[in-house]
């Protein structure tokens, strides 16, 4: 099977399990991972299939978004053998799925990712910060009935998987501080890490003016 047939079938899998998400982590977002892949693939000597797949599928199965992640990982790999992918690749892009969310930093058995992982985590991140990630931040919180913002809570410097889920202990202005703001140093690649300076200013930008204006500061 030709690769551009492979990838629009999987491309049309991925919409067809995001479209109607309503937390930020919806088709929009994962077509804009697909394409931050493909500019970070101009410079890296990585596999185009098992990147843009995994970048097409990587929220599909988040135990975030779904109850039931393993049933949906065994239908990814049905799908993926169906479209004439090898047992390697779909092994790949499994792992990438599985490993890439920054929750998984957290914790201490994460694993070591690919250099198509890295790629597609690097993708992931970038559209968690600047202009977009500030409005997909609002939009998860809100989707969440999670407290805008109290002075009064204190980011938490160290956080479990567990902890970082559990939203009642957040607002969504600490998440900046708890998550947004520290990618730009967790990023892989160069050029990730170059496209994340103005995007931190931004953030930066935003909490400053949030912060007089939640003060009614002139």
Sequence with gaps: MRLDTQLKN????SYKKMHLDKTGHGFDHIQRVVNMSEQLLKYENADNLVTL???YLHDVADDKL???????????RTFLQKNSLTTAQITKIILITQNL????????????????????????RLDAIGAIGITRAIYYGGAHAE??????????????????RDLSQETIINHFYEKLLKIKDM???????RIAESRQQVMLSFLDSFKREWNAEK
């Design 10 to 13: 999987i491309r049309s899998f």
């Design 66 to 76: 779904s109850d039931d992640p393993a049933a949906l990982e065994e239908e990814m």
């Design 187 to 193: 990023l892989n690649t160069e050029t990730a890490k």
């Design 53 to 55: 797949s995994a970048a």
């Design 101 to 124: 969310s920054f929750s998984k930093s957290l914790e201490s058995d994460r694993l070591e990712l690919s250099l198509e992982g890295k790629i597609v985590q690097d993708a992931d």
């Design 147 to 164: 407290k805008i913002y109290d002075p009064a809570i204190l980011p938490r410097q160290t956080m479990t998987k567990k902890e970082y």
